[in-house]
C-alpha cells in the first residue's frame, strides 16, 4: 500500500484504500452541482488546471457533489481509479476540500505531461473550532496590499479561517477614512523608525534609522482583500485599537487628545504611550464615523474595538475629563474605559456586527454581547467563558510569533523578542483550558497566532516568523494535534512545499518542546532595555 500523504494539518480520517491511484491530466473534466461554479474557479486556480467542465459522466472525472447533512466546514474526499469526489454541505466545505485536494496533488507523481497521479485515499473531515486565527499588525510596520493576499492564501492552505488585521496604532493609521482625510495624510506616516528592541520612549540610548516610514491601503483595496479571502473561505476581522494606542490618530486631529501637552507627532518607538482619546462626545460621533466606513468595507460579522493597554494617567490629570466622569456618574476612570467602549459596542450591535476587544476589558466591564480576545494569559478567557461571553484565546506565552523560534545563542535568526517559543511548544498548546466547565467551554471559540511587527520590517521576515509555528497550531485548531515526532516528520515535508510557494520558513522544530506550556511564563514586555519590547494587543 501507499504510505499515507503527508497532510497539514492532518485530517481527522484518512485511509489509503488500495494499490493504484487517480490521474489528473490537462483534460480531466470536472463535474459540479449548481452553486459551486466559484468552488470550480478557485480549484482550477490551485490546482493549475483548466478542468473543462464535464457534460456527461466522464471517466475519470473530479466530481463536487453537495451533502447539507454535513456540518458547513465537514468534507469528504474518495479517490479511486475511476475518478476523484468531493462532498460538502456547500461552498464553505468545498473551499476547506479545495486545499486539501491540492496538497494531496502535490504529493502526486508527476507523468511528465502535465498531469499527476495521486493513492486511492478515503478522507472525512471536519475542524474542532470554529475561530481559526492569524493576525498581521501593518500598523508598526507597513506591507504592501499583495503581500496581504499572499497571506490569505498560505492562512487558506492550512484551512485557516479568520485573518484579523491591526490596522491602526500609536506608529501608524493603515485605512482610508473618506471623512477623515489626516487620517491618512498625516497619521500614516512616521519620521523614522527605532532601531534595535528598546521599550522606553525616552531612552536616550535609543537609535533610529533615519528613513520616513508609512503607507496605509485604500478602500478599494481592502475591499479587494476582503474577497479574495471570501473566495478562499477566510473572514477579514477589522481592528480600530482605541482608546489607546492612538497617537497617530490624534498626530492627525490634535482635538481628538486630552490636550494636556503639546501635540506629538506619529510615534516613532515602541511600547504604550500616554496620549489615548478624550471622551467628549465630538471624539465618539469621530470613533463612530471611522466604524461607519469600517463596517461599509468589512462586511464579516465581527468589529475589533481593540481596548488594551489604555493609561490613564491623562484622564486622571485633566480637568475636562473629571467633569465628564461627574456628569456621566461614573466613580472612576476604569468605570470611564468602559463606558467608552460600550457607546461604539452598543453602535456595532445595533448595526448587526459583534464587538471584540483585548482582555482589559474584562477588568474594566466588558459590555453584554462581545468577544474577548485573551492575550495576557489565558485565565481572562476562562473567565469570561464562566461568565457567558465567547472568547478567542491568544495568550502571548504560546501564540506571539514575535519571539525567538530557537536558542539564540544556538541558531543564526533574524532581530526577535528576548525568548524562545517553538513548533513544539506550539503543538503542545490547547485553546480549552484543563477543568473548565463544559458549558464555559463551549464558549471557546478557537485561537489565533499573531505577528506583531515591531521587529519584522519585511514580508520575508513576518513569513519566517509565522512558519512554521502556523502550521502547528494550524493542526491544533484543525483538532488532529497528536504526536510531535510524528507531525515533525510531515511539517519536514511540507516545508518544501512552502518553499515551492516561495515562503521564507523558520529554523526545523526540534522533537519535543523546550519550554513549559501554560500559563506563567513572563510577559515579553518585562524585561530591560535592550532585552525585550513591549507587549501589544
Not at 520575508?460 to 494550524?474: K, S, W
Request: hydrophobic content about 40%; aromatic content about 8%.
Amino acid at each position: 500500500m501507499p504510505a499515507l500523504p503527508h497532510l497539514v494539518p492532518r485530517p481527522a480520517s484518512m485511509t489509503v484504500t488500495g494499490p493504484g491511484g487517480w490521474h489528473l491530466t490537462p483534460t480531466t473534466p470536472l463535474r459540479l452541482e449548481p452553486g459551486l461554479e466559484p468552488v470550480a474557479e478557485l480549484l482550477r486556480e490551485l490546482l493549475d488546471q483548466p478542468l473543462p467542465r464535464a457534460t456527461a459522466d466522464t471517466p475519470g472525472a473530479l466530481t463536487l457533489r453537495t451533502e447539507p447533512a454535513l456540518a458547513p466546514e465537514a468534507y469528504r474526499i474518495e479517490v479511486t481509479p475511476a475518478g476523484a469526489t468531493v462532498t460538502a454541505a456547500g461552498p464553505g466545505g468545498h473551499r476547506i476540500a479545495a486545499q486539501t485536494l491540492r496538497q494531496l496533488l502535490d504529493e502526486g507523481r508527476p507523468d511528465g505531461r502535465g498531469g499527476v497521479s495521486v493513492p486511492c485515499v478515503d478522507i472525512a473531515d471536519a475542524p474542532r473550532f470554529g475561530w481559526r486565527g492569524l493576525l498581521i499588525d501593518v500598523a508598526r510596520h507597513f506591507f504592501p496590499i499583495e503581500f496581504l493576499h499572499k497571506l490569505v492564501d498560505l492562512a487558506a492552505l492550512h484551512r485557516l479561517n479568520v485573518l484579523h488585521l491591526h490596522l491602526t496604532d500609536d506608529q501608524g493609521w493603515r485605512m482610508e477614512i473618506e471623512k477623515y482625510p489626516r487620517l491618512t495624510e498625516v497619521g500614516a506616516w512616521r519620521a523614522e523608525t527605532l532601531v534595535g528592541r528598546y521599550t522606553f520612549q525616552d531612552d536616550p540610548d535609543a537609535v533610529f534609522d533615519g528613513t520616513p516610514h508609512g503607507g496605509y491601503y485604500t478602500k478599494a483595496e481592502l475591499r479587494a482583500l476582503v474577497a479574495h479571502a471570501a473566495s478562499r473561505g477566510i473572514t477579514v476581522v477589522p481592528e480600530i485599537d482605541l482608546p489607546g494606542h492612538m497617537r497617530a490618530a490624534i498626530a492627525a486631529y490634535p482635538e481628538l487628545g486630552n490636550d494636556l501637552e503639546p501635540a506629538r507627532p506619529v510615534c516613532t518607538t515602541w511600547g504604550i504611550t500616554e496620549q489615548i482619546l478624550n471622551v467628549e462626545e465630538s471624539t465618539l460621533q469621530f470613533c463612530r464615523d471611522v466604524l461607519t466606513e469600517v463596517l461599509e468595507v468589512f462586511p464579516g460579522p465581527y468589529v475589533h474595538l481593540g481596548g488594551d493597554e489604555v493609561p490613564k494617567r491623562e484622564w486622571r490629570q485633566s480637568p475636562r475629563v473629571q467633569q465628564r466622569m461627574r456628569e456621566l456618574g461614573l466613580p472612576s476612570e476604569s468605570a470611564l474605559a468602559a463606558w467608552f467602549t460600550r457607546q461604539l459596542a452598543e453602535f456595532l450591535t445595533a448595526r448587526g456586527r459583534r464587538p471584540i476587544g483585548w482582555d482589559e476589558l474584562l477588568e474594566d466591564g466588558l459590555p453584554a454581547g462581545t468577544t474577548l480576545m485573551s492575550w495576557r494569559d489565558e485565565e481572562g478567557g476562562a473567565q469570561a467563558a464562566r461568565l457567558g461571553h465567547d472568547v478567542v484565546m491568544t495568550p502571548h506565552q504560546l501564540l506571539y510569533f514575535t519571539v525567538y523560534q530557537a536558542d539564540p545563542d544556538r541558531v543564526e535568526q533574524p532581530l526577535a523578542v528576548a525568548e524562545v517559543l517553538t513548533t513544539a511548544d506550539v503543538y503542545a498548546y490547547r485553546p480549552v483550558p484543563p477543568g473548565l466547565p463544559p458549558n464555559a467551554a463551549a464558549h471557546i471559540l478557537g485561537a489565533q497566532g499573531c505577528l506583531w511587527t515591531e521587529l519584522m520590517p519585511t514580508a520575508r521576515q513576518v513569513e519566517y516568523m509565522a512558519f512554521p509555528r502556523l502550521c502547528a497550531l494550524a493542526e491544533v485548531l484543525w483538532g488532529t494535534a497528536g504526536d510531535y515526532p510524528e507531525f515533525a516528520f510531515r511539517l519536514t515535508k511540507h516545508l518544501r512545499r512552502l518553499t515551492r510557494l516561495n515562503v521564507t520558513p523558520g529554523p526545523l522544530p526540534p522533537t519535543r518542546p523546550a519550554v513549559a506550556t501554560g500559563p506563567g511564563r513572563p510577559c515579553p514586555c518585562q524585561g530591560s532595555v535592550g532585552q525585550q519590547i513591549s507587549c501589544v494587543g
